[in-house]
């Protein structure tokens, strides 16, 4: 992965986190490894991450901005 993917990952690791733990916040949770896969289509970007027992997707869409 490049390093700007790399650095979105760890900029949205807070996120990551707080859906984690709003989404099994009755469960316990245990890291086990994670596989990183990055889709790339057009103007939108995938991001999925999954273990054995959790998988996240994370859809990122550049912003546009329209000259007036």
């Known amino acids: 992965m490049s390093l700007e993917t790399w650095k979105g ?3 949205q690791r807070l996120n990551i986190y707080n859906l984690l733990r709003n989404e099994y916040k009755d469960n316990f949770i245990t890291v086990e490894p994670i596989t990183a896969t ?31």
């Open 9 to 11: 990952l760890y900029e």
């Open 38 to 68: 990055i889709y790339a289509h057009t103007d939108l970007t995938l991001v999925r991450l999954e273990s054995p027992t959790v998988h996240v997707s994370r859809c990122i869409a550049p912003i546009r901005l329209r000259e007036q």
